[in-house]
């Protein structure tokens, strides 16, 4: 069994800053990408940022220079710094892993719950 769990998600005021985890727990081996992705209400989900196990990243054009995606391998442990804050920003943050377990030979993606993130004016 996988869970990965979000955390850190809350109502702020613009240009504030909150910072999400995302833990993962369970049968694991190895966990190679690791990503955060958001959802407004009545739009699709989108990119928020992604990071490699070598700490290589991405982000989503609307986000770069806002947010800092990190990981800690040995705690399976994925980070989201969002500051700056705007309304926006506003949605439900959802972090999703490939992630290979020890009772298998290949990755699986799997996905958190979410937690929201709200950002008034």
């Known amino acids: 069994q996988v869970q990965l769990v979000e955390s850190g998600g809350g109502l702020v005021q613009a240009g504030g800053s909150l910072r999400l985890s995302c833990a993962a727990s369970?049968?694991?081996?190895?966990?190679?990408?690791m990503g955060w992705y958001r959802q407004a209400p009545g739009k699709q989900r989108e990119l928020v940022a992604t990071?490699?196990?070598?700490?290589?990243?991405n982000y989503a054009d609307s986000v770069k220079g806002r947010f800092t995606i990190s990981r800690d391998n040995a705690k399976n442990t994925m980070y989201l710094q969002m500051n700056d804050l705007k309304p926006e920003d506003t949605a439900v943050y959802y972090c999703?892993?490939?992630?290979?377990?020890?009772?298998?030979?290949?990755?699986?993606?799997?996905w958190g719950q979410g937690t929201q993130v709200t950002v008034s004016s």
């Open positions: 990071i490699t196990r070598g700490g290589s990243t």
């Open positions: 999703n892993a490939d992630l290979l377990r020890f009772s298998s030979d290949t990755y699986y993606t799997y």
């Open positions: 369970g049968n694991i081996f190895s966990i190679n990408v």
